[in-house]
C-alpha cells in the first residue's frame, strides 16, 4: 500500500543553519506531495505542495523537489529562524483523495 | 471566514462514556475527514466522507462511528470510550475539484483523555 516515511526527530539546529528534512514514499502511480507544518497548539498547515515528477514546490524559503527516480520529496531551507520550530509532516494523496502521513519531524532551531 | 471548526477543544472522559466530537466547515467542501495523531506516529486516517450521505472507513475506525447528514458537518462519535482512545483528533476537509492535488484544511483539533 502507499507509505511515507520520514527521518527521525526531533531535529535541533542553531539560528541560520541548513535544513533538510528526509522523505521518502512508495504510492502506485504519481500521488501529489505536500509538506505539512504544526505548530504548538495548532493544526496542521500546508506548506507547501508538488503534483507531478520534476516540480518544486516553495514557500516562506522552504522548498522540496518532486524526484520520480528517487521516491523522495526532501524539505530544505537555506536559513532557519527561531519562528521555524515546528513539527513538520511529509504527505502524499492517493487515487481516492485521501492523504497518508509520515511521522512527523520535530525541528527546534535554537538562537 | 471561519474554516474548519472542531469544538471542544479539550475533553476528559471516563473508560465506557461516550462523546459526539463536532466538526464544521463553511467552505462547501465535499471531502472531509477525520484524524487521530499521537505522539511520533504521524496522523492516521479514522473515517472520511466524499460527501453528504457518504461516509467510509480509514486506517482506523474500529470504537468510532461518524455520519454525515450535510455537506457542513461531519461529528465523530466515541461509543465506549477506551484509553487507547486517548489522543488529539483533527478533522480535515478539501474541495473535489482536483482532489488529489488540493490541500486539507485542518481545524485545530480536539485533545481527549480516557482515564
Known amino acids: 500500500g502507499n507509505s511515507v516515511t520520514q527521518m527521525e526527530g526531533p531535529v535541533t539546529l542553531s539560528e541560520e543553519a541548513f535544513l533538510t528534512i528526509n522523505c521518502t514514499y512508495t504510492a502506485t502511480g504519481y500521488p501529489s506531495l505536500f509538506w505539512y507544518v504544526q505548530y504548538p497548539g495548532e493544526g496542521l498547515q500546508l506548506l507547501l505542495k508538488?503534483?507531478?515528477?520534476?516540480d518544486k514546490g516553495s514557500n516562506k524559503g522552504f522548498e522540496a523537489t518532486y524526484r520520480k527516480e528517487t521516491t523522495s520529496f526532501h524539505l530544505e531551507k537555506g536559513s532557519v529562524q527561531v519562528s521555524d520550530s515546528a513539527v513538520y509532516f511529509c504527505?502524499?494523496?492517493?487515487?481516492?483523495?485521501?492523504?497518508?502521513f509520515g511521522q512527523g519531524t520535530e525541528l527546534s532551531v535554537k538562537p | 471566514n471561519a474554516g474548519v471548526t472542531q469544538t471542544p477543544k479539550f475533553r476528559i472522559l471516563k473508560i465506557g462514556q461516550s462523546m459526539t466530537l463536532q466538526c464544521t466547515q463553511d467552505?462547501?467542501?465535499?471531502?472531509m475527514y477525520w484524524y487521530r495523531q499521537d505522539p511520533g506516529m504521524g496522523l492516521k486516517l479514522i473515517y472520511y466522507?466524499?460527501?453528504?450521505?457518504?461516509?467510509d472507513k480509514g486506517e482506523v475506525p474500529n470504537g468510532y462511528n461518524v455520519s454525515r447528514s450535510t455537506t457542513e458537518d461531519f461529528p465523530l462519535r466515541l461509543e465506549l470510550a477506551a484509553p487507547s482512545q486517548t489522543s488529539v483528533y483533527f478533522c480535515?476537509?478539501?474541495?473535489?475539484?482536483?482532489?488529489?492535488?488540493?490541500?486539507?484544511?485542518f481545524g485545530n483539533g480536539t485533545r481527549l483523555t480516557v482515564t
Open positions: 480535515a476537509s478539501r474541495p473535489t475539484t482536483d482532489r488529489e492535488a488540493s490541500p486539507l484544511h
Open positions: 508538488a503534483t507531478k515528477a520534476d
Open positions: 504527505a502524499l494523496s492517493d487515487r481516492g483523495g485521501k492523504l497518508i
Open positions: 466522507s466524499v460527501g453528504a450521505g457518504i461516509t
Open positions: 467552505m462547501n467542501h465535499n471531502y
